[in-house]
């Protein structure tokens, strides 16, 4: 799909916690319409957008171009009443984990504003630096003008891609709503054990770092498969091939890896309700 080009619309982002204000700070950088930022704990943002505590400081009038809603799922029964009035007139793109596009329209029909246009999106963490990796799930009522909007809106903080069913929403949350932190763990246990091989602890939270942080730039910047850029750091009866052995055990992390996803899409199914 072609996204419009020019400024991110005006937004009213509900939420700018962890994942709002990665995503804010991705807006930023890109050129955001003057929005309105809905968050207890922000005091100020940077001009010319507004922050605002609480919903009921908003205007009747107050039109966006579209209702980003960056709560915790577990919170969205008590923020959706907050924001009915506005989804009378502006599509909500949810990116709660969990919630699904029927559950939130019905809150919202419940709420007040019937017939409002909700879409999905999973971003994550990297958006913050413009290298997020966003899936989203637009229900068939949203028209090519609403998923062109959304899709244009998370375009400005990385990689988008879209999913036909719905269901789907869990396994991505699982892979790459949750994955940072399957990534950043690494890090940390590559350099505990850096340490306990006696490197010096700066040091092996540096290489540590980096190696992580290089192997994802080499693997985005050459495109060659994870799998054959593996190959070319094991040589044969190297150092990296006894490593392998213990990680690539069915039992290690093949399966960890496969149980950990499992649990996590699980949990998504459940947060739905
Ligand atoms: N973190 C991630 O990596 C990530 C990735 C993808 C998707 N998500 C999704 O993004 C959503 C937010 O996650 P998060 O990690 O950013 O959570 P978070 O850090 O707790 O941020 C949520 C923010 O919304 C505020 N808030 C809650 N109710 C509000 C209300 N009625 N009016 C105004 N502000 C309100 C919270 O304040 P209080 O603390 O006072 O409630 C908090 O500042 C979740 O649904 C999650 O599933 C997160």
Redesign the pocket.
């Known amino acids: 799909m072609t996204q419009p080009a020019g400024p991110i619309p005006p937004l009213l982002l509900?939420?700018?916690?962890?994942?709002?204000s990665a995503m804010l700070a991705g807006w930023l950088a890109d050129g955001l319409a003057p929005s309105v930022i809905?968050?207890?704990?922000r005091a100020d943002g940077p001009a010319p957008h507004r922050i605002v505590r609480?919903?009921a400081d908003l205007p009747d009038d107050f039109t966006p171009a579209l209702i980003v809603l960056?709560?915790?799922?577990q919170?969205a029964a008590?923020?959706i009443p907050?924001i009915a009035r506005f989804a009378r007139r502006a599509p909500v793109l949810s990116?709660?984990?969990g919630k699904t596009v029927g559950g939130l329209a019905a809150s919202l029909a419940d709420a007040g504003a019937p017939g409002a246009v909700v879409i999905r999106a999973?971003?994550?963490?990297p958006a913050a630096i413009g290298q997020g990796m966003t899936v989203c799930y637009a229900p068939p009522a949203a028209t090519e003008a609403e998923r062109a909007l959304c899709g244009r809106v998370l375009s400005a903080v990385g990689d988008t891609a879209w999913v036909e069913h719905e269901e789907q929403m869990d396994a991505v949350t699982a892979v790459s709503?949750s994955g940072?932190a399957y990534v950043f763990l690494l890090a940390e246990l590559m350099e505990q054990a850096a340490v306990a091989q006696g490197l010096p602890p700066d040091l092996a939270r540096r290489i540590a770092r980096r190696t992580v942080s290089g192997a994802g730039a080499l693997m985005e910047q050459s495109g060659v498969d994870a799998a054959e850029l593996r190959r070319r750091v094991t040589s044969p009866g190297g150092t990296t091939q006894q490593a392998l052995a213990v990680l690539m055990e069915p039992e290690a992390w093949p399966a960890a890896m496969d149980a950990a996803i499992r649990a996590a899409t699980l949990r998504a199914h459940e947060l739905a309700s």
């Open positions: 509900v939420g700018c916690g962890q994942m709002g809905l968050d207890r704990h609480q919903a960056a709560t915790k799922p919170k008590a923020v907050d990116v709660m984990a999973m971003p994550n963490t709503g940072p």
